[in-house]
């Protein structure tokens, strides 16, 4: 099987698996990307859920992406019975180094996407001779 994660077709992005024969497998995977897909546009559109923030929209969809693939873990066989410690720690160490990376990148951005309203806010006023005092 040969899985293409990204092929950009206008101007929608597709997964495409290209495979000898549709089995389970295909169909398991075909399912897990589409409830991804599903988790993500919810958590990160302004369309149910207009005034979260972006880290409370991270946290929530970390949770539910975290729950969704141990139950994954569990039916795909990785993980059986409780799981050891090791397996749980990789696991919870991954998805914590995930969520703290996005919210530093997430911070830099808008560190810098605020220097740039900052800046052009303080064009605007030197051109219409607009002087505001900051302590």
Not at 35 to 42: K, V
């Amino acid at each position: 099987m040969d899985i293409q994660i990204v092929k950009q077709e206008d101007k929608k992005l597709c997964v495409v698996i290209h495979c000898g024969e549709i089995n389970d497998e295909v169909i398991r995977l075909k399912a897990h990307i589409e409830l991804f897909d599903r988790i993500f546009n919810l958590l990160f559109t302004r369309i149910l859920i207009r005034k979260w923030s972006f880290t409370k929209r991270l946290t929530i969809f970390m949770l539910s992406i975290s729950a969704y693939e141990c139950a994954g873990f569990y039916w795909l066989g990785f993980f059986r019975g409780k799981g050891t410690f090791l397996q749980w720690l990789v696991f919870v160490g991954i998805v914590c180094g995930l969520y703290f990376c996005c919210i530093v990148i997430y911070r830099h951005y808008s560190k810098r996407q605020g220097e740039i309203y900052t800046q052009a806010l303080k064009k605007y006023q030197q051109q219409r001779g607009i002087t505001i005092e900051t302590d």
